[in-house]
């Protein structure tokens, strides 16, 4: 029998020692650090990020038609229709281009896609498009009747910013709860223990979250629901979870 073998079975049936109060203590300092850079980031993605997309998609949709000029600046706060002329089209799962070639000062552009449809896909060699430009992006490329928006083109998917925002802070206040416990009380945990009261609030925000985040977007219900919904349904969790454990023991 080897020297690890003989080790777990003299151990067999003795419950292994709690962790001390030192150490709780280490992990809690250790937790309400992580809150407050959970915070931090809630705080950049509804005062900074959101805003910014915000404003960014409302220019993008009040911008006008350019006036029309004999050399075309490098940006515009305006859209102007550019003809170009297909070098290469890529139609890959993780990797859907286009490069086009134009006159100055857009002679080699590479627009990205989110998807192939509907003008990707039809894409070749020397096919000639019109691309909508705006502040010296390609946001729009169109061949025929069809019309795409590439990657770059401003969007209302704000949700999704709203339902990385709301994580970070239901984080936040799940680090801050569990390490304010371990400091304050390290040999009383009560519930507040990782397994299961925390993992499963862990488990239930993330989830909470993107579903109500990739939902909102697919349906196009505001982005202030995404909070509300998800803070709802973590506070919901943890009662139920908090009731449980309780009759449990």
């Known amino acids: ?135 010296g992006v390609v946001v729009a490329v169109a061949e025929r009747d069809a019309r795409q928006e590439s990657s770059d083109a401003p969007r209302a998917e704000l949700q999704m910013h709203a339902a990385f925002g709301t994580f970070a802070g239901l984080g936040a206040a799940l680090a801050l709860a569990f390490g304010t416990v371990r400091l304050a009380r390290p040999r009383r945990l009560g519930v507040l223990t990782w397994r299961p009261y925390g993992k499963w609030l862990l488990i239930t925000a993330g989830t909470a979250c993107a579903a109500v985040g990739l939902i909102s977007v697919w349906t196009g219900l505001p982005w202030p629901l995404v909070p509300a919904v998800c803070g709802a349904v973590v506070a919901a969790t943890a009662v139920f979870l908090r009731r449980d454990l309780r009759r449990g023991n």
Do not use: Q
């Open 1 to 135: 029998m080897s020297t690890r073998e003989r080790a777990t079975t003299g151990n067999a049936g003795k419950p292994a020692p709690p962790p001390s109060p030192a150490r709780h203590r280490l992990t809690g300092a250790a937790l309400i650090v992580l809150s407050v850079a959970a915070a931090l980031a809630c705080g950049y993605v509804f005062t900074t990020w959101l805003p910014a997309d915000r404003a960014r998609y409302r220019e993008y949709r009040a911008a006008e038609v350019c006036p029309d000029r004999t050399v075309v600046p490098a940006a515009e706060d305006c859209l102007r229709e550019l003809a170009f002329t297909v070098e290469d089209a890529e139609d890959r799962p993780k990797h859907r281009t286009a490069t086009l070639r134009g006159a100055a000062p857009f002679r080699h552009v590479e627009v990205a896609f989110g998807d192939s449809e509907p003008v990707l896909a039809d894409l070749g060699r020397g096919d000639r498009v019109t691309a909508t430009v705006w502040r």
